[in-house]
């Protein structure tokens, strides 16, 4: 099986000044989000998504007048494959002045390492070739003892590890505008991150849920798939309640 290469745009809105979402476009492919600073216009881009999305990420920056010259920073929440593979096509095509990457523990090592059975888990029947990527080892700054990252003037994110998904998963939440990006913790409608995978744990993904939703204010919810909400509280409300029912199950 090769994925087809979707060139048509990864659609972007501006869901508050100067933060913009681009919604997962195909199979295997994440929501990605991009952060400018008005001053300067660098981006901060969170997430990588499927490298087969690439170009559509591109035009869709285009579109928004972003020019993907000016990502400088590249914000990862955890390591799988829909989150990190479209790291290597976008490496490639800015090697001149390559942005800097940033992830979390466990996240950190697989890119490092560079290991095409850890990125790609023969397990789940996936290669790199069917991606068109070709994987190699990373530098990546860890974000694993930093409680807190300033991204520009306006923005700054909090750093929470929050496991459970995944071992490298990391949540990203803005306080003053109360911006959550939680990768595949949580997602919008009460769905929770799959807790099947080498990795995962769902008494970690209740913990994980847990904190953020007696601990963090939020109003703009940005998961790793589907939809966004401006009714973030509401919405890891009700995905708080059907992580702890899931122990009726599990
Ligand atoms: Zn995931």
Not at 90 to 110: R, S
């Amino acid at each position: 099986m090769v994925f087809k290469s979707s060139s048509s745009e990864k659609r972007g809105k501006e869901v508050l000044k100067n933060l913009f979402y681009f919604s997962e476009n195909q199979m295997l492919d994440c929501n990605q989000y991009c952060i400018i600073d008005s001053d300067t216009q660098e981006i901060a881009l969170f997430d990588a998504g499927n490298s087969l999305a690439v170009s559509g990420l591109l035009k869709g920056m285009e579109n928004c007048g972003l020019d993907h010259n000016n990502i400088k920073k590249i914000f990862l929440t955890h390591e799988h494959i829909d989150h990190v593979i479209g790291l290597y096509p976008l490496m490639e095509k800015m090697k001149e002045n390559p942005p800097e990457i940033f992830a979390y523990g466990e996240t950190v090592k697989i890119l490092s390492e560079g290991d095409d059975s850890k990125i790609c888990p023969g397990a789940l029947g996936i290669t790199p070739k069917m991606f068109g990527a070709k994987i190699m080892p990373l530098k990546i700054t860890d974000l694993t003892n930093l409680k807190e990252i300033g991204i520009n003037s306006e923005f700054s994110f909090q750093i929470h590890y929050t496991p459970g998904h995944s071992l490298g998963s990391i949540s990203y939440y803005e306080p003053s505008k109360k911006v959550l990006i939680p990768g595949d913790l949580v997602f919008t409608g009460g769905s929770i991150g799959r807790f099947d995978f080498p990795g995962s744990s769902l008494k970690d993904l209740q913990n994980s849920i847990k904190f953020i939703a007696e601990h963090l204010d939020v109003k703009y919810l940005l998961p790793g798939h589907m939809n966004i909400s401006d009714d973030g509280n509401k919405n890891i409300k009700m995905s708080y309640r059907y992580a702890q029912s899931m122990d009726l199950y599990f």
